[in-house]
């Protein structure tokens, strides 16, 4: 399929794959996260210009969820679809021999690397049990508690030493794009403005 050739998310936006991409709706946290790595790496314009291909081979259509946009790719209903990787690995484990497989976008000289998201946890000033939140925190951010978020979710610990899930690719062979954590939060409004502003939500 065209979508095992691409090798940038850039890539998606090619007039020749007008109806063959498929992505999430565009509110997705994930989506917006992506796309304000990408315009800062870029600038608005390229973005833009992306955004409106994206959208064209989309071909009106954005699914749900992450897990909809791999099985619509592993049905044959579109060529490639942007995702986060886990999605993709809990649909392989499932179904080895679907015709799909992971690209990480971006990886060339040249080229920005891979966007990357944060997960982010909390406890709001206005809870009744903090003690309680207290306790959910320190184990979610525990050598224990990472392990499992790491086996389960298929997704990368922030503790060194815990091991990645079978088939996660090696964080220290990935490029990513160099945009501050910090910037995906200043900028996420802007982003969400340039989506509105081209129809995307």
Known sequence: PVGSKLDSVFGLADPRLKGKIAITETDNESFIGGVTSYMHQVGKKQNRAWLKGLKDNADGKFFVKHSDVIKAVAAGEREAGLVNHYYALRHIDKNPDDPIRIV???????????????????????????????????????????????????????????????????????????????????????TITEIQRLGLL
């Open 104 to 190: 990480i976008p971006d990886q060339a000289n040249g080229q920005i690397g891979a966007a990357c998201n944060m997960t982010g946890i909390g406890i709001s000033r206005y809870t009744r049990n903090s003690a309680a939140a207290e306790k959910l925190v320190n184990f979610l951010v525990s050598a224990q508690g990472q392990k499992v978020f790491a086996e389960v979710n298929q997704e990368y610990p922030t503790r060194p030493g815990i091991p990645l899930a079978k088939g996660v690719p090696p964080v220290n062979n990935i490029r990513f794009t160099q945009t501050p954590i910090e910037e995906l939060g200043r900028q996420r409004d802007a």
